[in-house]
């Protein structure tokens, strides 16, 4: 779902983890995947 660019947050409610923590903690390598590519996508806030 990660890569699909769901919210980590909406990923953490629907496999009912008690918090966001839980779904961090226990993903790390999606995390990681999602930050590379976040820093390679040009900024749409930036124009």
Do not use: C, F
Not at 3 to 19: E, M, P, Y
């Amino acid at each position: 779902m990660l890569h699909a660019g769901v919210d980590i947050k909406v990923i953490q409610q629907r496999l009912w983890h008690a918090s966001y923590t839980t779904t961090a903690n226990l993903y790390p390598h999606l995390m990681q995947d999602a930050q590379a590519r976040a820093s390679a996508e040009p900024s749409e806030v930036t124009g």
